[in-house]
């Protein structure tokens, strides 16, 4: 039975395969060198925020957080990363974003305290009601 990924009648050029075997290697050192896997080698495989935890199955939902919100501040401590699950990290991201833009957690961005209290008069109006 023929193999049906080559063409029958060539044979493997090795020295092709030899360049595509060395190249998949120097592109996993290179992503070895980022900033996530050091953090996944570094930190415990669990989102810092609900204590998810990850294994090999579904680690591409473990993202890699910057805590002062700086992707260029990397030190190879890992001090300026936190291990977040995709929700916790999106939360995060919406968080800082409404802060930057004055909104004070979930409330309109800060104004000045209300004055009016719709039921100010409300025992009084109660009364009038029960009196009929």
Request: with cysteine.
């Amino acid at each position: 039975m023929s193999d049906p990924r080559r063409t029958p009648g060539k044979s493997i050029d090795h020295n092709k395969l030899d360049k595509l075997v060395a190249g998949v290697h120097k592109e996993r050192e290179k992503r070895l060198e980022g900033y996530r896997e050091q953090s996944l080698r570094l930190h415990p495989w669990i989102c810092g925020r609900c204590g998810r935890e990850f294994t090999n199955a579904n680690l591409h939902e473990l993202t890699v957080h910057h805590k002062d919100h700086n992707h260029d501040n990397n030190p190879p401590d890992g001090s300026n990363w936190e291990n977040l699950c995709l929700y916790c990290h999106d939360n995060e991201h919406q968080r800082y974003v409404d802060k930057v833009r004055g909104y004070d957690g979930l409330a309109a961005p800060k104004q000045e305290a209300a004055t009016f209290n719709p039921f100010a008069d409300l025992k009084s109006m109660l009364k009038k009601d029960g009196d009929k």
